[in-house]
């Protein structure tokens, strides 16, 4: 089953892909690509066609984690961002329009 894991550190989502691959979501209020991904995300999640827990991170609430986000997992900071995670790597980034549920890579 997929759900939102709207806070948590960043230790806690690369621990989580390493039982399985997640995805984390970097979302901005105030963009209107960011809005029109989000609801691609959460219908995609919805529809069960999302197949990965995924953790959404509000880039004005959670500065400090979406910074760290970057850092740690050796990506360039954007928003709208979606980031799969296995093993506690970074392997698979898209941004802006090209965050397409049909995009997401099955592992």
């Known amino acids: 089953m997929n759900h939102f894991l709207h806070t948590a550190s960043i230790n806690e989502i690369t621990e989580h892909s390493n039982k399985e691959p ?3 979501f970097k979302h901005s209020l105030t963009c209107p690509i960011s809005a029109d991904a989000y609801k691609r995300i959460v219908e995609g999640l919805e529809k069960g066609l999302i197949p990965y827990p995924t953790y959404i991170v509000i880039v004005q609430n959670e ?3 979406s910074n760290t986000i970057a850092e740690k997992l050796g ?4 928003s709208p ?3 799969l995670i296995k093993d506690e790597k970074a392997i698979y980034d898209e941004s802006h ?3 397409q549920v049909s995009n997401t890579p099955k592992i």
Do not use: F, S
Request: proline share 0%; no cysteine.
């Open 75 to 78: 990506v360039i900071h954007q």
């Open 22 to 24: 997640v995805l984390i």
């Open 63 to 65: 500065r400090d984690l």
């Open 97 to 99: 329009h090209n965050i």
């Open 81 to 83: 961002q979606l980031i």
